[in-house]
């Protein structure tokens, strides 16, 4: 349902690493190189011999990864072996113990291997737009990992964007206005298939299940009739990065509002629903309509920060899920590319 409202640019050379002499770090087993987009980069780690072993030379690099992480947003490992979903886990493991479930979710995704999911799975001809994970609620994933198991025939990119540039870049009027009033999501959830069902959403087809969790979240909810379920919550805009302390932008509006659909479903749902009934939709926190012109403006920062690079197959790329932002591209053929999350945000609030 998803679609770009403000084209990514098309960066020559991305896709294969611009070489360049490195220092060999982890005891000459691995270098460092860049992709490079004008003054945009995103850094990429790869093997300096043949047979390294990312779990292990991760594990005695830790910190070295932690501290590159924290100033570039998000780093691509290319070139090791990673031999399955299995060792793609055990990767993300080494930086933390606990991989965190998908609750309260937002698009489709299927388990495939404990807490490892698929992609969102939304059709190949449509463009997710780059967003943080789970910005649209009051508690995320820190970091997310991404794992390309096979790369698709033609597109399929993964665009990521700095977020504390991304919000340099938006108008500073509009910034205030979106971290004085906050964002409130509104969503509708029933079983015609307009959109993910509550017991998707929830994992569970306990309503007092739903109901709990709702209340621990903060998050308002209404039954409305048999099986229809609307909640309402009021999230941040944007904040500060807990280790940091750098201004990020960090919502979903741009995704969740009506603006955001193609024009022809837009009109449909229209014609066919009241507002307050569509699937989704995303106001300022007090319930006043959010202005379109500002949401393109969102958009277009979104655009002009993003570094789109080809995937490899084998390629994991680690981001830091509040300072980088990541998106999809359409793509043609079969393409598999799983993630993994972990660390949350609850463990930083006081």
Request: charged letters at 25%; hydrophobic letters at 35%.
């Amino acid at each position: 349902m998803s679609k770009s409202t403000a084209e990514l640019p098309k960066l020559a050379g991305l896709g294969s690493v611009r070489r360049r002499a490195v220092a060999a770090s982890g005891s000459g087993l691995v270098k460092r190189d860049w992709l490079r987009a004008g003054e945009k980069a995103l850094p990429v780690m790869e093997p300096a011999v043949d047979g390294v072993d990312p779990v292990s030379w991760v594990e005695h690099n830790r910190r070295e990864v932690e501290t590159q992480l924290l100033e570039h947003g998000g780093i691509l490992f290319r070139g090791f072996s990673f031999r399955g979903v299995s060792r793609f886990e055990q990767f993300i493991r080494a930086f933390a113990e606990d991989l965190l479930k998908y609750s309260y979710q937002s698009t489709p995704r299927s388990r495939v291997s404990n807490d490892i999911y698929t992609s969102t799975e939304y059709p190949a001809a449509h463009t997710i737009p780059l967003h943080n994970e789970m910005s649209y609620a009051r508690s995320w994933p820190m970091k997310i990992w991404f794992h390309c198991v096979t790369r698709a025939e033609q597109g399929g990119e993964t665009p990521v964007a700095d977020s504390r540039k991304v919000f340099a870049r938006i108008d500073p009027k509009i910034r205030e206005r979106f971290i004085e009033r906050k964002v409130r999501y509104v969503r509708n959830y029933d079983d015609e298939g307009l959109d993910l069902s509550w017991s998707t959403v929830f994992q569970t087809t306990d309503r007092s299940e739903v109901e709990a969790y709702c209340r621990q979240a903060g998050i308002e909810f209404e039954w409305l009739g048999r099986n229809r379920l609307r909640t309402s919550q009021v999230c941040q805009a944007a904040l500060p990065h807990p280790r940091t302390g750098e201004w990020i932008w960090f919502n979903q509006a741009h995704l969740f509002h009506i603006s955001n659909l193609e024009s022809e479903v837009r009109e449909t749902l229209s014609a066919t629903y009241r507002e307050e009934d569509y699937p989704r939709n995303a106001y300022y926190g007090d319930g006043s309509s959010i202005e379109e012109e500002a949401l393109n403006d969102i958009r277009e920062a979104y655009a002009r920060e993003a570094i789109v690079f080809t995937w490899h197959t084998g390629d994991v790329l680690m981001l830091d899920n509040m300072l980088m932002a990541h998106g999809r591209r359409p793509f043609a053929g079969a393409r598999t590319v799983v993630v993994g999350m972990a660390q949350s945000s609850e463990a930083y609030k006081a």
